[in-house]
């Protein structure tokens, strides 16, 4: 008799969790409707589908609601993020970009038809540009293609180079022949491969910086993202980028060129190679991968995932990450070197040195936590 009430009990609760938890999607789907609204208000204002400052400020109220209800902060943020990305497709999908609307500025994308390029294109429409595109692909729809940037008059405010780096190194040189008027920047993930074409724009009196957008191409909101602006000497254009972002919750970071690639060495490039050397062992290693997961660990998992992640990047983008940086064979002969120390560790039983090993990286992880908050 006690297993049967018991059991009635957890059926009336599970029904009871099942109501709460519809009268929540109601509710999510009546804020849904509530933010297209606003967007269509937006658009007949003249105003930016986008509002950063009011997401930030969305974002904190929640986290301050959810600890008034004794619940995390950071599920509050969570929640609400997931409602945010949620209401931007429909909202950014009724954007219609016309000559004159929002702020007027007129912006082109150079590489607009690639998945960066194509991320600037709806960024920017989003803060009210009129976008346009110079890319042999075809870029999004309603977005005027160039084709050529060549055959551009480059007399928009606004020049995003979101070209492979090669290639907007080329860009970069043969604008310095006829520096445009508007700003210039490009999105490379590495500079020292640029180096020569940005010296040469911003040499012959172009408004020249450099950005680095840390995030990939299907980030919605840039809460937790980073962006990394390289000044060449020219701080108006270098203001200019960081407006762009000033309004978004990401972080902006300033620093030299030479301090980006030594630094990115590390941040992508060892990252990288950590998770292909990884992935490369086990597809070599000769074991299934069905049998690998009956076996698997919160480690191993959590590793798995990233390098997964990793082996579906664009393979030409992460080889270039790894060749064309001055300062990439550092991070690699760091890893190199690293993997030797602790095969030799464990080679000769070497107790005390595994513990060292541990403790040290303890002790550095320990200190970025402290900087990081």
Not at 78 to 88: D, N, P, Q, T, Y
Request: aromatic share 6%.
């Amino acid at each position: 008799m006690g297993d049967n009430d018991a059991r009635a009990r957890l059926d009336q609760f599970r029904g009871e969790l099942g109501a709460i938890d519809r009268e929540i999607l109601a509710l999510v789907a009546k804020r849904q409707a509530k933010a297209i609204e606003i967007g269509q208000t937006k658009r007949e204002l003249g105003l930016p589908t986008r509002d950063f400052r009011q997401e930030k400020d969305v974002v904190q109220r929640a986290r301050k609601a959810a600890g008034e209800q004794g619940l995390p902060e950071t599920l509050g943020e969570e929640l609400v993020l997931a409602f945010i990305r949620a209401s931007l497709t429909v909202q950014e999908q009724d954007l219609i970009a016309k000559e004159g609307e929002g702020s007027g500025r007129r912006a082109l994308v150079i590489g607009g038809a690639g998945h960066m390029g194509k991320w600037f294109v709806r960024y920017l429409r989003a803060q009210g540009f009129v976008v346009e595109i110079a890319d042999p692909g075809e870029g999004p729809e309603g977005v005027v293609n160039h084709r050529d940037w060549k055959r551009a008059r480059l007399d928009h405010e606004l020049i995003v180079i979101a070209a492979p780096m090669p290639a907007s190194n080329k860009i970069l040189l043969e604008m310095a022949a006829a520096p445009p008027a508007g700003v210039v920047f490009d999105v490379g993930s590495l500079k020292s491969p640029l180096r020569e074409g940005l010296h040469a724009l911003r040499d012959a009196g172009g408004r020249v910086c450099s950005v680095h957008p840390m995030f990939g191409p299907d980030t919605a909101l840039l809460s937790g993202r980073h962006v990394i602006f390289v000044d060449l000497g020219v701080p108006a254009a270098t203001a200019a980028a960081r407006a762009l972002f000033e309004p978004t919750m990401a972080t902006l970071v300033e620093m030299d060129l030479e301090s980006h690639d030594r630094l990115i060495a590390y941040v992508l490039g060892l990252s990288h190679a950590l998770n292909i050397a990884f992935f490369t062992a086990l597809a070599e290693s000769g074991e299934a991968a069905p049998k690998l997961a009956t076996l698997s660990s919160t480690t191993f998992d959590a590793q798995l995932g990233v390098a997964a992640n990793v082996a579906m990047e664009n393979p030409d983008l992460y080889f270039e990450i790894q060749t064309l940086n001055d300062y990439g064979t550092e991070s690699l002969a760091a890893l190199l070197y690293a993997v030797e120390r602790l095969r030799s560790v464990v080679r000769a039983g070497d107790l005390e040195g595994f513990r060292a090993l541990m403790t040290r990286g303890k002790g550095y992880l320990a200190d970025r936590a402290t900087v990081t908050r």
